[in-house]
């Protein structure tokens, strides 16, 4: 048990859970590194183990804690995909690109399991239980059973089944959809545990330097390279990553990832521990699941309860009306939880981007970074972080669409928060009359 977050109060399932705590130092005073990495979340702490790797010594400071931002709050889904569906990439850029990309996705989860293997991460408990997408209309299984078959054809990816509306029934205890489509190669993990085992692996196997509370209040550029200000001291080094996400708005320090990245409030709840006859009946493979909607809700069982996530409230703070919204959606799914406690309730921000997928690469030649997952980011952003390394270092991987140049500004940036209600109703009408 960890409690809540302090700052936030959030008292999430995975606070509850938590393995371990970690009790790192603040910065006080002046430090010197090769790369300082700004934010520890899985994008800065898998960017910093790349560097550690090849002998480059990182320094990571977080402006709160490690995973205080999505990456200690997310739902634990490890999914091999992007917002954009891989055949849309193919008639847009071609299939060389597809392809390409569709390596890289694959390679997001071999990298969370090449982590979790190398720091001996148990906590973590990461699994390929696979993930399955569920149909809420008949058009939309057309749409995903079509996209599977094009999926096995032209990628050679053997990992998809199509599941019929009785198939998915048994296996969801849910009667309300219409088919679905699983992949075999994704999985699941605890979002919170997985984060502070790298931080405690980065620290204790390769003796990488971590502040936490240290929050970057300036960059500044120099003959020598690069200075990043702190409340408390400033850190020399020869490159910079910026590794804030969604979390960008905290100080002007980030202001040019939070000019490219709508942000979005996701949020999750989670039930009781389920009596055991409904935990038999429902989610009996205990794997992740999604819907085809739009405004897509994902849900998993995690040790006997429920875990259900959606749109988040709009604004500033949670409501109480967003977490009763995704109650009602959850008792919509599955009838036999009208009766289930909700017990615990918590959001975060996940960063959007006008091409809805993530960037990596380098902003000049002394900051990199990674960004933009789309609500997708458990997997790709532990790959993104590795990349980011090696743009910091002055390689030039081959990352297809994800190119930093791809990665615009948000236009008319202050009018975000209405276009964002705007865009989500229309989905939601959308969803609503089945199109
Ligand atoms: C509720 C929710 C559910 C989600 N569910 C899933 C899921 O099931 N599957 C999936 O794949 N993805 C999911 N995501 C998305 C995923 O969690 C993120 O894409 C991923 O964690 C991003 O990691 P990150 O390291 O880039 O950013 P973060 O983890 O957000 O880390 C950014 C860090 O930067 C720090 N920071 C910011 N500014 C400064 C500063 N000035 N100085 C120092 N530090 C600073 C912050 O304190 C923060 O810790 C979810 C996200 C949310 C919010």
Redesign the pocket.
Known sequence: MSGPWPDTGIASLWCDMADTELDLPCLRGDAQADVVI????????TAAHRLAQLGVAPLV???????????????????AKFRLAFPAIAQGHGMEVARRMHRLAQQSVNEVESLVEEYGLVGARFTRCGNLRCAHTERAFGYIAEEAEWMRRELGDDSLFTLSASEVAEETGSSAFTGGVLSRGVGTLH?LNY?RGLAEGLTQRHGAILFER????GIRRDANGIRVV?EQGEIRARQAIM?????????P??SMVKSRLVPF????IATEVLPAALQQRLLVHAR?YGETRRMMR?FRKVDGRIVF?GR?AFGKRDSKAAFDALQWAMVGLFPDLAEVSVTHR??????MTMDAL?HVGRFDDRLSY??G?????????TL??RLAADFAIGESPNVALLEASRLKAVPLYPLREVAVRLVAGWYQFLDAIGR
Do not use: F, Q
Request: proline content about 4%; charged content about 5%; glycine content about 20%.
């Open positions: 700004i934010g520890a979340g899985y994008t800065g702490l400071v977080d402006a709160k804690s490690v995973g205080w931002g999505a990456s200690g709050r997310n739902g634990g889904v490890v999914s979002p984060v240290t929050p970057v209040t702190t590794a804030t996400n969604a979390y960008s708005d905290l100080t320090a980030s409030r996701s949020s999750i992740s994902w996530g988040g918590w959001s975060g921000h996940v960063g993530p990674a960004a997952y789309n609500g997708a980011g458990v997997a790709m952003s993104l972080g």
